[in-house]
């Protein structure tokens, strides 16, 4: 089963309005990250936040992780037409004995569309 | 920027054909993967390879087989193609393994 599920599946808003996405996850993780997907491309690396950190922003992005609730978040702030995309957060665990190797393991993504 | 490229953007093929997918990475990195992607599966890791001639076995890794005999270059090899491979290809490259990783734009592969 897919280590990250996302919330919603799917998302509607105008330009100028927020978007929210939230991520959950079963297992430790040493990171967590969101990517973007344009229809048809490949992914585009966006924030990376590491279990120890609380929030993170980059641009018109803001992530926040509580790793008691397994759970994060990805806040698009003024959305614009532009944003229109979907969104995968993934998560990079621990295997057993303590050792990773960096395997990401990705959500069902939330299809966002902003309407101009 | 790191830049990663694959072969083909749109591939067709016969059913049993041999298939080559290659992935090209400019910024020296260690680990490079390979992932399919299908509409209510998400992403899946079919291998990964952490050095030269190095790999390991993903998620789904049965039909498939890879190379690296260089370091920038990672090939994704389909020893005879079937119709429930067709999907999306996509390659990444990330620096260490707790990095992110850079996706190449993936190749759309049809097998008939």
């Known amino acids: 089963s897919q280590q990250g599920e996302e919330d919603p599946q799917a998302l509607s808003i105008q330009e100028g309005e927020n978007a929210t996405m939230n991520c959950s996850y079963k297992?430790?993780?040493?990171?967590l990250q969101w990517y973007r997907q344009n229809s048809g491309r490949g992914l585009v690396h966006l924030i990376l936040?590491?279990?120890?950190?609380r929030e993170k922003h980059s641009g018109r992005l803001r992530v926040t992780l509580d790793t008691s609730k397994k759970s994060s978040s990805l806040l698009i702030t003024a959305s614009r037409a532009a944003d229109t995309a979907s969104y995968f957060c993934?998560?990079?665990?621990?295997?057993?004995?303590?050792?990773?190797?960096?395997?990401?393991?990705f959500g069902q993504g939330t299809i966002l569309t902003v309407h101009p | 920027d790191v830049k990663v490229t694959q072969s083909s953007r749109y591939l067709v093929k016969r059913t049993g054909e041999k298939v080559f997918l290659e992935c090209v990475q400019d910024?020296?990195?260690?680990?490079m993967f390979w992932y399919r992607q299908d509409p209510g599966l998400g992403l899946r890791l079919i291998y990964f390879?952490?050095?030269?001639?190095?790999?390991e076995k993903g998620d789904i890794p049965e039909g498939y087989s890879v190379s690296r005999e260089k370091k920038e270059r990672f090939s994704l090899i389909l020893e005879s193609a079937s119709t429930n491979q067709t999907s999306m290809y996509l390659c990444?490259?990330?620096?260490?393994?707790?990095?992110?990783?850079?996706f190449g734009p993936g190749t759309r592969l049809t097998v008939l």
């Open positions: 990444a490259s990330s620096l260490s393994i707790y990095n992110e990783q850079f």
């Open positions: 297992t430790s993780i040493n990171n």
């Open positions: 936040i590491r279990s120890n950190e």
């Open positions: 993934a998560t990079v665990s621990f295997l057993a004995g303590g050792t990773s190797y960096g395997k990401l393991t």
């Open positions: 910024m020296d990195h260690e680990n």
């Open positions: 390879s952490y050095d030269v001639k190095m790999k």
